[in-house]
């Protein structure tokens, strides 16, 4: 049973390793996101996509979509787990109590996962400027 609030809390964690670790993180997630994010981008280009320009911002927008979403999962998570490990510390907590941990968004990462598919599909499908018909 968790107890209803903490009196004291004693942190013997070097805050600073912490702090590495939460920006090595976000900069780890930016990094994959864009990768990512540039796939539909460079298929477009390949192709000599006539909407490229259009493509580009809508992978900018998805991406940064993506990485917010994937941050702000990776801090609510590393935060209950913090905490967690600290009341579990303290001996008056079952550590296979998980109740109150943080659930994972997955409506909206099945929303970003059909976008980054229109995206792709968007970039594969069209076609390229030189094979349009001209007047």
Known sequence: MRPPFCLANAE?????VSNLMTVLACIGIILAVGAVAFVPVIIAWRRG???SEALMAAAVLWGVLAAVSAISTTLE????SHQHQLLV???YYDPNDVTDAPQSPWVTWAI????YGVLV?????????SQESRP
């Not at 998570?77 to 209950?80: F, L």
């Not at 970003?112 to 976008?115: F, K, S």
């Not at 599909?121 to 400027?129: E, I």
């Open 12 to 16: 013997s964690v070097d805050p600073t």
């Open 49 to 51: 996509h006539r909407q």
């Open 77 to 80: 998570q590393m935060k209950y």
């Open 89 to 91: 510390q303290s001996g």
């Open 112 to 115: 970003l996962a059909g976008g």
């Open 121 to 129: 599909l968007w970039a594969a499908l069209a076609r390229p400027a």
